[in-house]
């Protein structure tokens, strides 16, 4: 033996917290031959475990000790095997321990021994405990939020559509009532050139441009839009108002549109591209933009390419407080779909969107 080597090994059981064991084959675990630092770890001298054929197998946790016993009997005689369990201390705590077991061969002798050590893991087990506690705390925070944006997305739709409706069927009414009443006050003036009358003539127009606008605006916010033209040509409807209304050149390229889609995959690609729309109006200064609508066998994909100014995406993660982006995500995601933002500052700005067609389409 290499000189030293017992104060070596000496060291290493007085320092680690590991118990070293032998047991012949047959007997397996029962009556092993411990290490003598098996007192200071499991509060057991190695003459208990010798001379108590059941002490290591009745410490074992009752809801470990099947699944370990199961362990070490399918172990066939040239394994090896790992199991973790709570074992009883004799200060009767449990406390977690690795068991790591080989069969070897004796050197000189025929027969096989079992041979393994048992290391106390019982901190690494509560870290283990506590990063599982608090993954999964996180896990339910962000359902949580999820539940919660779903259901902001579901008031604003509403809020939209009832704000639409009072736009459209009250305030608008109203305004053309205005026009009209103006129009027939113009009418009945006689003189031709008075100041009054060009000033009539200038406030109805006023009141024409407005109801124009409140019309528009509440043709924004109408969901139903949607579900009452189809998707496509609501798309068609809102894309030549952008063209109208920005400047921008717009071509809208579809291929293989389902002719039944669900009304929220629907409704959801809509908004997409209104939002990605506002935000070409918005932000990019383009001269022109793409949105183009493909439908495959299992999914339909809208992608919005603007030429315009581009931008940082990370950049725009980090520190855009603006919505847009954000709601657009969390509406794909709610119908399991995915969301790819592509720009670069001066190489214009992609979105696109892909949905998965749903079974229960109408
Ligand atoms: N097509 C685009 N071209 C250039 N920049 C864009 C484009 N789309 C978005 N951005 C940038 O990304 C940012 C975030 O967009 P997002 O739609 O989330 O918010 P917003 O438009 O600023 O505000 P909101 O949509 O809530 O009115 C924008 O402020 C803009 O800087
Ligand atoms: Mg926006």
């Not at 197998?57 to 016993?69: A, F, I, M, N, T």
């Not at 998707?231 to 063209?243: C, E, H, M, S």
């Not at 109208?244 to 291929?255: D, N, P, Y």
Request: include cysteine.
């Amino acid at each position: 033996m290499i000189a030293g080597a017992d104060k070596h090994q000496d060291l290493i059981l007085t320092a680690l917290p590991v118990v070293f064991y032998a047991a012949a084959p047959d007997e397996r675990l029962y009556r092993p031959w411990v290490s003598q630092n098996s007192a200071r770890i499991t509060g057991f001298t190695p003459e208990a475990f010798a001379s108590d054929p059941g002490l290591w197998v009745s410490r074992l946790h009752p809801d470990d000790r099947e699944r370990v016993l199961a362990e070490f009997l399918k172990l066939p005689p040239d394994g090896a095997c790992t199991v973790e369990y709570r074992w009883l201390m004799a200060d009767q705590t449990y406390r977690w321990f690795l068991d790591t077991a080989v069969f070897t061969r004796e050197s000189g002798a025929g027969d096989r021994r079992l041979a393994g050590l048992w290391m106390d893991v019982t901190k690494r087990k509560a870290a283990e405990a506590e990063l599982e506690a608090s993954r999964a705390e996180l896990e339910r925070s962000r359902e949580e939020l999820r539940a919660l944006a779903g259901k902001l997305l579901t008031v604003q739709d509403e809020e939209r559509r009832r704000i639409s409706r009072d736009l459209h069927d009250d305030v608008s009414q109203r305004l053309a009532v205005i026009g009209l009443e103006l129009e027939a006050v113009y009418g009945s003036l006689r003189s031709s050139s008075s100041p009054f009358k060009r000033q009539l003539r200038a406030i109805h127009k006023q009141v024409v441009r407005l109801s124009d606008d409140l019309r528009h605006l509440a043709y924004q916010f109408h969901q139903t839009i949607v579900e009452d033209l189809g998707l496509v040509v609501a798309l068609q409807r809102y894309v030549n108002d952008f063209v109208r209304r920005t400047g921008v050149k717009a071509r809208f390229i579809k291929r293989r549109v389902p002719e039944f889609l669900a009304q929220d995959v629907a409704t959801c690609l809509y908004r997409v591209a209104q939002e990605s729309l506002g935000n070409v109006a918005a932000h990019a200064k383009a001269s022109h933009v793409t949105l183009e609508l493909i439908g495959s066998d299992d999914e339909i994909r809208l992608t919005v390419r603007d030429s315009g100014v581009g931008m940082d995406v990370e950049a725009v993660r980090q520190r855009s407080r603006g919505l847009g982006l954000l709601s657009m995500t969390e509406r794909v995601r709610l119908l399991n779909g995915s969301v790819e933002l592509r720009s670069r500052p001066g190489q214009g700005t992609e979105v696109s969107v892909r949905l998965p067609l749903t079974m229960d389409q109408p």
